[in-house]
């Protein structure tokens, strides 16, 4: 059967445009359907403009650093118009990017919304019908809020990068990625934030004593964090929304932003109609090779809720490629994925936590935390943390984790050595680069 394309790709995100353009690169006639902007989540309303935000943010604590170092400096104010039209500029001339990238690669691209008909047919949004050998879902996710009295009148990620006016006060809810990014975020801008985490400690799963750092930190900072404590209600009031706390407590602020969450875009996909099927939170249930139970149709990103990070919806692209277009049956690594959460100071992370190690055999634990050079210098009570997570059998680095400025950079070297299955004493073999605050990782001598 001769099908119009050999790929057709449903979604222009980060994982969506790269196997589209690797697929095309290797000959396939491929297609790709987005109905929103191109360059999806990352680029338009996450990774990128947040990291310009936290860029942003951050000049403040560094104007005044300065003055401690002797400069003549004074942060006049942050003039949110400005940055806003810089901002959105700078993803314009990015999504001009993505398009590019499709359209020199010979992708041919569709600015319509598509739906699965069958295993080898997809339907835009004008009805137009087209056939394909293979259909790669791509479509992401987005923000959920919970259902509470109110919540319509709140705002979500996608929607800070947009505002009119910054807030004088908000409150965020939450207590993963999101919520703290934001939380540090606004707080840098001057913006009086409130922060509500539901459990005993922000960020759930991570290294318990990197994240009670990152928390000691960020209300160190100003952040006004509230564990153990929920949203219960909120409704509009004189400029702002009146907000009912599950302690019974009465607050005003005049925004209100959840970060409760991500759900995969499933809905209206076709994708009953074409046999896929999808897990509990809707996700696309899939394969190592991204492969749902419908042969033609594999499905890679944040849709089929793995591990919902732009370089690993990447990484499933080209290894959907490798398999499907290059006759090489490419799994996806998941395992030992270094990340970065970009709070202030960032947390960067790789392998596993001490909690979760413990429980999985016995281990030696390196810690040190202590007041950076650069910040103790200028007279901020900030710290920091290096910290490995040592298998006591094989002395393997099961787990490293950074709270510091940079960790996210730092992170990624050290995430080499992990992957690689180096030992404390490979990291002891390492002569330190002094003076830095990561020479720390290869000179912790006892175990606590
Ligand atoms: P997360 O799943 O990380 O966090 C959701 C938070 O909301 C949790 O603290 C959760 O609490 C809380 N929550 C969930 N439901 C409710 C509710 N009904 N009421 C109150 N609180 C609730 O989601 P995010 O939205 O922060 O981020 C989504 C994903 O995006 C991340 O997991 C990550 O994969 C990715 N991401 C990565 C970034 C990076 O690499 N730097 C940056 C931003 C996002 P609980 O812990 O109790 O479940």
Known sequence: ?????????????????????????????????????????CVIRGCVPKKLMV????????????????????????????????????LDRLEGVYRGILRNNGVESFDARARL??????????GTRKSARHILIATGGRPVKPDLPGAEHAITSNDIFHLETLPKSILIIGGGYIACEFACILNGLGVQVTQFYRG?????????????????????????????????????????????????????????????????????????????????????????????????????????????????AIREGMA??????????????????????FTQPEMGTVGLSEEAARDQEPIDVYCTSFKPM?????????????????????????????????????????GIAVKMGATKEDFDRTVAVHPTMSEELVTMKTPI
């Open 200 to 312: 005993a400690q922000i960020l759930r799963g991570f290294d318990g004593e990197a994240r009670g750092l990152v928390s000691d930190e960020m209300i160190q900072s100003g952040i006004d964090l509230h564990l153990g404590t929920n949203i219960e209600a909120m409704e509009p009031a004189e400029d702002g929304y009146r907000v009912t706390a599950t302690n019974g407590t009465e607050a005003m602020y005049q925004q209100v932003m959840f970060a409760t969450g991500r759900a995969p875009n499933t809905e209206d996909l076709g994708l009953e109609a074409a046999g896929v099927a999808t897990g509990r939170k809707g996700e696309i249930v899939v394969d190592e090779y991204s492969q749902t139970g419908v042969p033609s149709v594999y499905a890679i990103g944040d849709v089929t809720d793995r591990v919902n990070l732009t370089p690993v």
């Open 320 to 341: 959907f490629v490798e398999t499907v277009f290059n006759g090489n049956p490419t799994p996806v690594d998941h395992d030992l994925i270094p990340t970065a959460i």
């Open 374 to 414: 650069q910040t103790a210098f200028a007279g901020r009570p900030d710290r920091v943390l290096m910290k490995l997570v040592v298998s006591r059998e094989t002395r393997k680095v099961l787990g490293c984790h950074i709270v510091a400025p940079g960790a996210g950079e730092m992170i990624q070297l050290a």
């Open 55 to 90: 860029f942003a943010s951050e000049y403040h604590a560094a104007m005044a650093d300065a003055q401690s170092y002797g400069w003549t400096v004074h942060a006049g104010g942050f003039d949110w118009d400005a940055f806003k039209t810089k901002l959105h500029t700078e």
């Open 117 to 126: 008909v069958d295993p080898h047919t997809v339907e835009l949004a004008d």
């Open 1 to 41: 059967m001769a099908f119009d394309y050999d790929l057709f790709v449903i979604g222009g995100g980060s994982g969506g445009v790269r196997a589209a353009r690797v697929a095309a690169q290797g000959g396939a006639k491929v297609a790709l359907a987005e109905e929103d902007r191109y360059g999806g989540t």
